[in-house]
């Protein structure tokens, strides 16, 4: 009797973006040794005082408590009276996320809301895609702000099109966008998504204003922080460490990076600094420093929250 083959697209996209996230991560050990050197990267630590360095950590621990905190007031009320368990599941998320190639970690999410709120995947897929929205929106935003100081012209473009882009797809919507989705043969396949996330979306301006201010805070002191290491590993100005920074934060969103980001987040901070005129053997050097402290810190809070209890959900709420 033949055993049903395990070998399924799904399984194989997954061996396969091991495979691509492996190869970049060895790539980038052999790079990093071979531009600059690893005990030279390592030695730039010894220039960072504890009175930056703990700060800094505390302020990175607060910006991923302010994700927890935004994930609660999103989810609401489904999660009402347990943020303790929230905020294992964004630490654990964020862990993941940082550690695992080519985006595999985004599927935690869905996974642990589930097992820890008995949440639907398909709902928990759609809270993750509001929570990336606000988290473009609000990047988008501060690096039109951080390379607007350096290109003044840059921001006013950037600003201008993107309001453009804002006022034309909402009237395209309103007059004739939703008539036509209605009439096309996909949408009867589309409906349940377009539900989830409109169910899921904020339920009131009150609620929309706290969430954006959440992940407005929770990017603020992160970004805080990692300007603080920055410009104690080299000399920059805070806007020149921003735009670095800002750089390698947009990594996160694209689809190709090696194991724990290795490669791409270090090649998005120099890019962030292309612009500027600010590249280096240096510069790689820094970009793997900062890259560093991150997955430290990542590591330390998913240690520390992973010891937290969840109280179990009952069947019924897992199978629904």
Known sequence: MQTPSTDTPSSRKKRLSWLAGGLIFVVMLIAVEALVGWQAVLAQWKSVPLSTLIPALLLFALSYLLRAIRIYDLCQPALKGRLLSVTKL??????????????????????????????????????????????????????????????????????????????????????????????????????????????????????????????????????????????????????????????????????IHGIAGSGSFEAAFMAGLAPLGLLSSEILGLAVNLHLFILGATSLFALICFWIPVAKVTREEITK
Request: proline share 4%; hydrophobic share 55%.
């Open 90 to 255: 964004s630490v654990l998320h964020l862990y993941a996320n940082n550690m695992l190639p080519m985006r595999l970690g985004e599927g935690l999410f869905p996974i642990l809301m589930k097992r820890y709120f008995g949440v639907g995947i398909g709902e928990g897929i759609a809270r993750l895609i509001w929570l990336r929205v606000l988290d473009l929106l609000i990047a988008g935003a501060l690096l039109t702000i951080t390379f607007g100081y350096f290109f003044p012209l840059f921001s006013i473009i950037a600003f201008c099109a993107g309001v453009s882009c804002l006022l034309t797809a909402i009237a395209l919507y309103r007059f004739k966008g939703k008539r036509w989705m209605q009439s096309h043969r996909l949408y009867p396949k589309l409906e349940p998504v377009i539900n989830k996330l409109r169910i899921t979306a904020p339920q009131s301006m009150n609620q929309f204003i706290r969430v954006v201010g959440w992940t407005f805070l929770s990017w603020g002191s992160k970004l805080a922080a990692l300007v603080m290491v920055t410009q104690a590993l080299q000399s920059f100005s805070t806007f020149e460490a921003l735009a670095g920074v800002l750089g390698a934060e947009l990594s996160s969103i694209l689809p």
